[in-house]
């Protein structure tokens, strides 16, 4: 082999040309390469800036991923580690892999979790041998043959490995390293170590923010998950994660735990009645955080739109049931110009239900939390002058809303035109309600899923008629599921 050949396109390496630079660190480049005589490419890791424990590393790397056989462990192909480094380029080569970020791109966050199943699954093999990686980040993952991998192992923690790493030097990519990694390297245990740094990987590779962040997660920041997968359930995912960067290493879950805690949030999110009934609950422990009370009434508007707006925040509670039949999703609560009055939005439309709130009341039956409601009676309004505008006996009446609080006939709607102009910008159609009462259950609940309960059944009784129906609801079923 010639000394201190260039690593440069075009150089042959053990009978393989290289063709493209992959990577390049402090330490090292990766190229990919092709033989030419076996017509299949390659990837071939030189160790370019040489030391004594650089080199120590780099040949810990090849022995280790020489004698592992775990699916999700790059294994090597064929290496070369010289007697003087500083004369001739130590290498070895590899399966020519994918970049694993780029693929994440493409992929749902629930797709990066499941691939993040298989990597978990590989660590825990690790783990269980006493095998640390030390150097988890989306950098050093790599799909091949359609399935993730773990590389770069020179950091890798063993039995019976000599400790070559310099005391207080810390080791590891900055925005996924422990802080036990910062500060005591050399004396900190891997295996915790490789959770956080996991965990802190699963969330770059979801939120697709390469930058990472420091410190513990905080789901209530601007990290949150949810500030950037709205459209996903994500409580149990934000508990495993705040409990994954944990600094101290010793409250963090094993990577057993992450991996049986993470297929658990994937079901949930596939599954979308359990994670429906489970966010009902959540919702009820977040507005009651000392615990959930039989019964409560909220009679302050300001008081009503706040619990509302925590209703229609979470989009597989949001629906509600009218007092003049049928149902609906809602998606935010606001205040028209007319005192005393709320508005629901429903839909991505401009539609607005228009009404006077007199209460809003929280009923639970100490069953199954899914029986548990919300309840919201209106004060009776006069309506607007409007002929034919009234309907479903008296209870609301169908308007449109040319500008904040000035209505007029719904017809302009229909048509476009108020008085030979078209409609401007701010006019929205608007059912005005003049009495009645809503409730909400939440979407997977019984009560949603029989179709009979939409002929408003909930506004033809009184408040204390309905609780009453919907206990001893509550109490059959509970009965017959402990038959």
């Known amino acids: 082999m010639s000394k201190r050949r260039k690593i440069k396109i075009g150089t042959i390496f053990n009978g393989c040309e290289l063709l493209e630079l992959l990577g390049k660190g402090g330490n090292g480049e990766v190229w990919k390469v092709v033989n030419h005589d076996q017509e299949a490419f390659y990837a071939i890791k030189f160790l370019t800036n040489i030391d004594v424990v650089n080199y120590k590393r780099f040949q810990n790397e090849v022995f280790i991923l020489s004698k592992l056989k775990i699916d999700g462990v790059m294994h090597v192909i ?7 480094p500083k004369s001739e380029f130590p290498w070895f080569m590899m399966p020519a892999a994918q970049d694993f970020s780029k693929y994440c791109e493409n992929l749902t966050p629930i797709e990066v979790a499941s691939e993040f199943i298989k990597l978990a699954i590989t660590l825990k093999e690790l783990h269980s ?12 993952m790599l799909i ?27 080791i590891g990519a900055k925005y996924t390293m422990a802080p036990e990694m910062r500060r005591q390297a050399d004396r900190s245990d891997g295996l915790p170590a490789d959770v956080y740094s996991l965990a802190k990987s699963l969330w770059i590779l979801i939120t697709n923010q390469h930058k990472g962040f420091d410190g513990q997660y905080n789901p209530n920041s601007v990290i949150g998950i949810s500030q950037y997968c709205p459209e996903i359930y994500t409580t149990e995912l934000d508990n495993l994660l705040i409990e994954c960067t944990d600094n101290d290493p010793k409250r963090r879950p094993s990577i057993l735990s992450f991996l049986n805690r993470l297929s658990k949030w994937i079901s949930l999110n596939k599954d979308f009645e359990q994670r429906n009934l489970l966010e009902w609950l959540e919702l009820q422990n977040r507005i009651f955080p000392l615990g959930t009370p039989k019964n409560i009434t909220w009679t ?100 449109c809303e040319i500008e904040d609080g000035e209505y007029v006939d719904y017809s302009c709607w229909t048509y476009n035109d108020y008085e030979g102009q078209e409609l401007p910008e701010t006019a929205r159609p608007v059912e005005r309600f003049l009495s009645g009462s809503f409730v909400f259950f939440g979407t997977s609940s019984i009560y949603n899923s029989i179709s009979a309960t939409y ?26 599921s402990n038959d």
Request: charged share 25%.
């Open 78 to 84: 064929d290496s070369y580690l010289p007697d003087d």
């Open 144 to 170: 091949y043959n359609n399935r993730p991998y773990f590389t770069d192992f020179g950091l890798v923690q063993y039995p019976g490995k000599e400790d070559i790493t310099p005391e207080k030097r810390d």
């Open 300 to 399: 302050d508007k300001n008081a009503i739109i706040s619990i509302l707006n925590q209703i229609a925040f979470t989009k597989s509670l949001n629906h509600m049931f009218y007092p003049n039949g049928g149902g609906n999703t809602i998606n935010r609560i606001t205040t028209p110009s007319e005192p005393s009055m709320i508005a629901l939005h429903s839909g991505s439309g401009t539609r607005a239900d228009i009404m006077k709130p007199k209460k809003l009341t929280f009923e639970s039956f100490g069953f199954d939390p899914q029986w548990n409601y919300f309840r919201l009676e209106l004060e009776k309004i006069k309506p607007i002058n409007i002929d034919n505008s009234i309907h479903s006996e008296g209870i609301c009446q169908s308007l």
């Open 129 to 140: 041998q006493k095998i640390a990686h030390r150097d988890i980040k989306p950098a050093n």
């Open 455 to 480: 002929d408003a059944r909930h506004n033809m009784m009184t408040e204390e008629e309905f609780c009453s129906y919907i206990g001893e609801a509550a109490k059959r079923f509970f009965d017959k």
